[in-house]
């Protein structure tokens, strides 16, 4: 099993940044590519952002093109979503994602583990 522990949400106000970490523990080696979604309040979860296993590919939603940045340090066990811009509708739950396969879009049954989530709130 793999567990993933999610930190670095909080309160911003719009224009401003934050940077969620994503800990990862247990069976890591079985774990492959990452990513971040968003859960708005009453919206389908979506993904936000991808990372293969060697941090050599990334996806990313149009949306956050050119604001965010997600990265991983494998020799932590970290992934990493650098927000900045932040828009008042990219507030909600922040859910890290974990899969044994290379898969890097956003099919959210591909991902076999999953964290907590941390919130993000952004005021305008």
């Known amino acids: 099993q793999v567990q993933l522990v999610e930190s670095g949400g909080g309160l911003v106000q719009a224009g401003g940044s934050l940077r969620l970490s994503c800990s990862a523990s247990?069976?890591?080696?079985?774990?492959?590519?990452m990513a971040w979604y968003r859960q708005a309040p009453g919206k389908q979860r979506e993904l936000v952002a991808s990372i293969t296993g060697s941090g050599g590919s990334t996806n990313y939603a149009d949306s956050v093109k050119g604001r965010f940045t997600i990265a991983r340090d494998n020799a932590k066990n970290t992934l990493y979503l650098q927000m900045n811009s932040l828009k008042p509708e990219e507030k909600g739950g922040y859910y890290c994602?974990?899969?044994?396969?290379?898969?890097?879009?956003?099919?959210?049954?591909?991902?076999?583990?999953w964290g907590q989530g941390t919130q993000v709130t952004v005021s305008s």
């Open positions: 247990g069976i890591i080696f079985s774990i492959n590519a």
């Open positions: 994602a974990a899969t044994r396969t290379s898969y890097l879009g956003g099919s959210d049954y591909v991902y076999d583990y």
